[in-house]
């Protein structure tokens, strides 16, 4: 059974660090490109960043609001993603969720974990 | 940057109709876009990807058509746990953007 568990959200004050962490299992997580989603409370749902598969290149992209300050990466041996958030603003509060592609050809959707909260306040 | 515009914002309905969703990009996707479902509280459950294919577990009432520009996610009857709201995405180029939602309530 694929799972992705989210953790490392929490309250952080405006201008700190944070770093997300998405655990993964039931299958090789070196080979499927993974992203970072968030949706803020009562809003709705925005793509944050992507990381492709060493086998896809190895790449990433980012959304132009976390650009230059958020960093997706990924650990293969251990099957874990990372999001490092840095210089947080307020309106970087939301609940962040890992996505593992749907497939090894296509994001289509994508599998989803139960996400984490980020509360950016002082 | 491609924007998704959905439509009806909110959806009235009652158990046992159909409900047709509309999700509009303002260039083509090709059939690069999904439709999730999302319950308050909950990650959102993806339904449809390619347009049209139904994602593992997701039952047949639900149905996705378009390409391009155009798309449509139906509900062919109405079940009491199909009341939430409804995105759909664009995967076709960076950066992915998502439709405002369409709520689907009970009529």
């Known amino acids: 059974e694929v799972q992705l568990v989210e953790s490392g959200g929490g309250l952080v004050q405006p201008g700190r660090s944070l770093r997300l962490s998405c655990r993964t299992s039931g299958f090789t997580f070196s080979d499927y490109c993974m992203s970072w989603f968030r949706q803020a409370p009562g809003k709705g749902l925005e793509w944050v960043s992507f990381s492709r598969s060493k086998r896809d290149g190895g790449t990433v992209e980012y959304a132009a609001s976390v650009t230059g300050r958020f960093t997706i990466s990924r650990d293969d041996s251990k099957s874990i993603a990372y999001l490092q958030m840095n210089s947080l603003k307020t309106e970087d509060t939301a609940v962040y969720y890992c996505?593992?592609?749907?497939?090894?050809?296509?994001f289509g959707g994508g599998l989803w974990g139960q996400g984490t909260l980020v509360t950016v306040s002082s | 940057e491609i924007v998704m515009t959905q439509s009806p914002a909110t959806l009235s309905v009652s158990p046992g109709e159909r409900a047709t969703l509309s999700c509009r990009a303002t260039q083509s996707v090709s059939n690069n876009l999904a439709w999730y479902q999302q319950k308050p509280g909950q990650a959102p459950r993806p339904l449809i990807f390619g347009a049209s294919t139904r994602a593992t577990g997701i039952p047949a009432r639900f149905s996705g058509s378009g390409s391009g520009a155009e798309f449509t996610l139906t509900i062919s009857s109405l079940q009491s746990e199909d009341f939430a709201v409804y995105y759909c995405?664009?995967?076709?180029?960076?950066?992915?953007?998502f439709g405002q939602g369409t709520k689907v309530e009970i009529k």
């Open positions: 996505v593992r592609s749907q497939s090894l050809i296509t």
């Open positions: 995405q664009q995967y076709h180029d960076w950066p992915w953007t």
